[in-house]
């Protein structure tokens, strides 16, 4: 049975256009997938503190709490066949409780290893699925902001070897709900076109 991992961190939860998309594309990659939510709002994270860093780096008893948790979300994506994240962008760039669970996850020596002075992935690729939320425009001819979180990410992932990285970018939405509407409908018009969703239709768009 196919696993998917669900990362949801918007602090809108349920009401947000990109939170509703992402649940549509996790839903829609096999009939049968077993899904698993991480949603980092509803249940944050621990702060990383001074035990966890002498714990990663051999300095101090290796049962700190938060490296058992690291293990644990480490253990999230290795059992997970795809990965779709869900994000807001908050001053051009992932949300601070993404952020965190990136920190938790990159590891070195455990999700990632050094090669001659350049770190080097330890996690087998798989597909990869970003969903970005932004009230304002960062692409396109309307763009009037940075957009550093999607390097950021495509970079990051592929430090721990997830190299199989698409974006799903959902602009402008504080221009109102007939924008919202208008722009998750052209995002799912082009998912439905997508052979990693071809469970089900999107709503709206035709079989």
């Known amino acids: ?11 809108n939860e349920d009401a947000s256009p990109g939170g509703q998309l992402a649940r549509e594309m996790a839903e829609r990659i096999h009939a049968n997938a077993q899904i698993t939510v991480r949603n980092l709002v509803r249940e944050p994270l621990l702060p990383l503190c001074g035990d966890y860093a002498r ?23 290795e059992s997970a066949h795809y990965l779709v994240i ?3 962008m908050h ?23 050094m090669v001659d002075g350049n770190k080097e992935g330890l996690l087998e690729d ?29 970079h990051i992932l592929g430090v721990i070897g997830l190299h199989h990285v698409e974006f799903v970018h959902l602009q402008g939405l ?3 709900p007939e924008v919202v509407a208008e722009t998750l409908q052209q995002a799912r018009a082009r998912l439905a076109n997508n052979p990693y969703f071809a469970a089900a239709p999107f709503p709206g768009v035709p079989a």
């Not at 780096?57 to 994506?77: F, K």
């Open 1 to 11: 049975m196919p696993r998917v991992l669900l990362i949801e961190c918007s602090p």
């Open 55 to 77: 714990a990663v780096t051999g300095r101090a008893h290796r049962e700190d709490p938060a490296l058992a948790l690291s293990e644990q979300l480490i253990g999230e994506v």
């Open 86 to 88: 869900s994000t807001p």
């Open 91 to 113: 001053n051009y760039m992932v949300p601070a409780a993404l952020k965190l669970w990136l920190d938790y996850v990159v590891r070195i020596q455990r999700s990632f290893t």
């Open 126 to 154: 798989r597909p990869t699925f970003v969903v970005v939320s932004s009230g304002g425009n960062y692409l396109g001819a309307k763009a009037s902001q940075a957009d550093f979180l999607s390097p950021y990410l495509r």
């Open 174 to 176: 504080a221009q109102g």
